[in-house]
C-alpha cells in the first residue's frame, strides 16, 4: 500500500505562501530529492499553476544548480492535478482528474510503488478530513507574514500528530515529519 505524505512550506504564524519562505539551495536540494523518491505529485488548480514556473527552468536553465535540479524533478514526476476550471495542463508529465481527491486517492493508495506527495492546502485540507495522510511534513520558515492563507483552516475536528523526525536547515527553516497518533 502506497504512502500519501502531504508536503507543505508555511510560515512560523501558520500560513501558506509560497512567495512568504525563504527557499536556498539546500531547500531546493531536499525537494529534489523527495520528488525523485515520489511516484506522483497531486496538485490542485492554484499551486499547479503557480508550479508551472518551473517550466521556463527547463526551457532556460539559471544555471543555479539547485534550481535548475529542481526543476528537472518537479518536470519529470507525474502530477495529477484538481480543477473545476482547466480544461488541459499543457504539461506533458500532468494529468486532470476525472475522480474526486478522495476516490483518487483511495484507488493511488491500493497500487504498489512509492509515495504520492499532496503538495496543495487545498487538498491537505480535504484529506485531513478523510483521514488519508500517512505523513505530514511542514517545513517551517523562520518567518512571521502576519497574514495569509492558513494551513488548517475549515478544519473542525481534533487531530493529534505524532512527531517522527525533524531536519533542520542552514537558512533557519525546519521540516517537521509527523504521523496521526493513533488515540
Known sequence: ??????????????????????????????YTELLKEG?????????????????????????????????????????????????NTDWDSAKLSNQTIEEEVLELKQQSGG??????RSLIIQLMKHNLI???????????AGAGLPLFENINERAILKLIKTKTFGGGAVILYYELKKE
Open 1 to 30: 500500500m502506497r504512502k500519501i505524505i502531504a508536503a507543505i512550506n508555511m510560515t512560523l504564524d501558520g500560513f501558506c505562501d509560497h512567495m512568504a519562505g525563504l527557499p536556498d539551495e539546500e531547500i531546493h536540494d531536499h
Open 39 to 87: 511516484d506522483a505529485i497531486l496538485y490542485g488548480r492554484i499551486t499547479y499553476q503557480l508550479m508551472q514556473y518551473w517550466q521556463t527552468l527547463i526551457k532556460n536553465p539559471s544555471g543555479e544548480k539547485s534550481m535548475d535540479d529542481f526543476a528537472m524533478a518537479i518536470d519529470k514526476i507525474p502530477k495529477i492535478v484538481f480543477s473545476h476550471t482547466l480544461k
Open 115 to 120: 509515495a504520492i506527495l499532496v503538495g496543495s
Open 134 to 144: 500517512d505523513e505530514y511534513q511542514f517545513c517551517v520558515y523562520p518567518v512571521i
